[in-house]
């Protein structure tokens, strides 16, 4: 489709491929479509809002779906060593419908014999009349619904006071006896379960007491999980896990055992999916980590603070086996760890993004997509008439031509565009306007500028700024960041 044909955005089509609405950026994305396919790791240069975090989720969801979960499970003999457990998705599903069969059917406490529903506290000894069980008074007849206890001849007087003083003598669990099918004796435990009644047959308790047996785990990555994890400024702890304190230092009786304290890292988190670090550079020390898990494709988990009582707890072989899609700007390059990228590059790839691409009918078509999925992204500014995205296009080329010095051109940087369209949208809707127009673009370009190009107009430069506002005292102070930072700061 082209300009000509479209009069609003609301003609414009959004693709469904997720990789189609990454604008102008076709060879990243036949890389990306081959790292996902293959599962190899992909290193993404280039400045801020050209799409790179973009990319790496439309990755994402060419991923198939998680197919493992990962428990960390209690170990008797050493709980400060718990054991990792993997379940396929298969066995998630069958152990959910066994604890369904453990929980039995539910009746109403109508249909329970009558002696159960009293001792549950459903039914009034005295009326017959039914009720809640924390109704501890009968709402028809004023008595205590619990009644005299066979065998006890202060049963009533207890029964009484409980009632006077709103405590019920009534259990949550009574077990009983009835015939089966067969014609055999078989158990049968009701509990209360709300307003309702549970019944617990053998082949319930039976499944109930297999679950019961079961070693105690904590689910930390669950089999339905997102597989696009965003680990950009993580923390170590954020990023390679951690144990949680307990001010009781795990003691067994009061304390929180050290499986229940474990919690896991991105790395971990991203296990079978993608792990996106924009600005891997900022990891610092912490690239080494990566580095360990991209290789072993697992990595422990352990507690990080040596003043905590979960710095002696350690998990191991807990796995992490991610696709790597990391960023970073020309300028950091350098400050990649070296291994990190070797590893990189001999198990995936290197993309230097495009920052402007040709100004062809086709490309102006695609910027009328761009414009017409950061409307639908936003959801709450109206549609763009055409003469609205020429404005954009126009703008584009400008930014094109100051930016990258490219003539002929139109800029991808368009987390910035993005801004002066939701700008223009917002004026569209304080108007009333049912349509982004010229005007509305044209007006939100001059106010969607960066601080220093508005401190730069009103000062004359950015150091005039800065020492206009500086009060008496502190321009007799000796030192601001700007006296050894080259650049407008200097006058």
């Known amino acids: 489709m082209m300009l000509d044909d479209i009069d609003t955005t609301e003609d414009v089509a959004i693709p469904d491929d997720p990789f189609e609405r990454v604008i102008g950026q076709e060879t990243a994305v036949e890389i990306a479509r081959i790292a996902v396919r293959q599962r190899r790791h992909l290193l993404l240069v280039g400045p801020p809002g050209i799409g790179k975090s973009m990319l790496a989720q439309a990755m994402a969801l060419y991923l198939p779906p998680p197919r493992q979960e990962i428990r960390v499970v209690h170990n008797p003999q050493n709980p400060e060593r718990p054991f990792v457990e993997i379940k396929t998705r298969e066995e998630v599903e069958r152990e959910k419908r066994e604890v369904l069969g453990a929980e039995g059917h539910t009746i109403a406490p109508e249909e329970a014999p009558p002696r159960i529903a009293q001792q549950l506290g459903f039914l009034c000894s005295s009326c017959g009349m039914y009720s809640p069980p924390d109704e501890v008074i009968c709402p028809k007849c004023g008595r205590p619904k619990a009644g005299p206890q066979p065998g006890n001849p202060f049963g009533d007087l207890f029964a009484a006071i409980g009632a006077t003083i709103g405590i019920a003598s009534f259990p949550t669990r009574v077990t009983a006896t009835r015939r089966a099918g067969d014609g055999k004796e078989e158990v049968i435990v009701y509990e209360r379960a709300g307003d309702r009644i549970r019944v617990l047959d053998e082949k319930a308790l039976q499944k109930r007491r297999e679950i019961e047996r079961r070693s105690p785990h904590k689910v930390i990555v669950p089999v339905n999980r997102n597989p696009f994890v965003l680990a950009t400024g993580a923390s170590e702890t954020e990023l390679l896990g951690d144990v949680r304190h307990d001010p009781y230092g795990g003691h067994p009786q009061l304390g929180t055992p050290p499986y229940e304290r474990v919690v896991p890292g991105a790395i971990h988190e991203a296990h079978e999916g993608v792990l996106f670090i924009d600005e891997v550079t900022q990891l610092g020390h912490l690239q080494r980590y990566i580095l360990t898990a991209m290789q072993e494709k697992r990595f422990p988990i352990t507690g990080r603070n040596p003043q905590s009582a979960g710095a002696s707890v350690r998990v191991d072989d807990v796995p992490a086996d991610f696709i790597l899609v990391a960023a970073c700007n020309i300028q950091d390059v350098p400050h990649i760890l070296s291994p990190l990228r070797s590893r990189i590059q001999g198990e995936g790839y290197e993309v230097l993004m495009n920052t402007v691409m040709l100004d062809t009918e086709e ?76 005007k509305h673009i044209e007006a939100a370009v001059r106010i969607a500028r960066p601080v220093e190009e508005q401190i730069k107009e009103r000062y004359g430069t950015l150091a005039l700024g800065v020492r206009q506002e500086l009060s008496p005292i502190q321009r007799e102070m000796g030192y601001y960041y700007w006296n050894d930072t080259p650049g407008d700061y200097h006058v």
Do not use: C, H, W
């Not at 930016?403 to 009333?432: K, P, Y």
């Open 363 to 438: 490309n102006r078509a695609k910027y009328a997509q761009f414009v017409a999925q950061e409307i639908a992204m936003d959801g709450r500014i109206p549609p763009a008439t055409r003469e609205a995205i020429m404005a954009v296009i126009e703008e584009g080329r400008k930014r094109a031509r100051t930016m990258d010095g490219a003539r002929d051109s139109l800029t991808l940087r368009l987390r910035e565009l993005g801004g002066v369209i939701r700008a223009a949208g917002d004026m569209a809707i304080m108007n009333g306007d049912p349509y982004i127009e010229r």
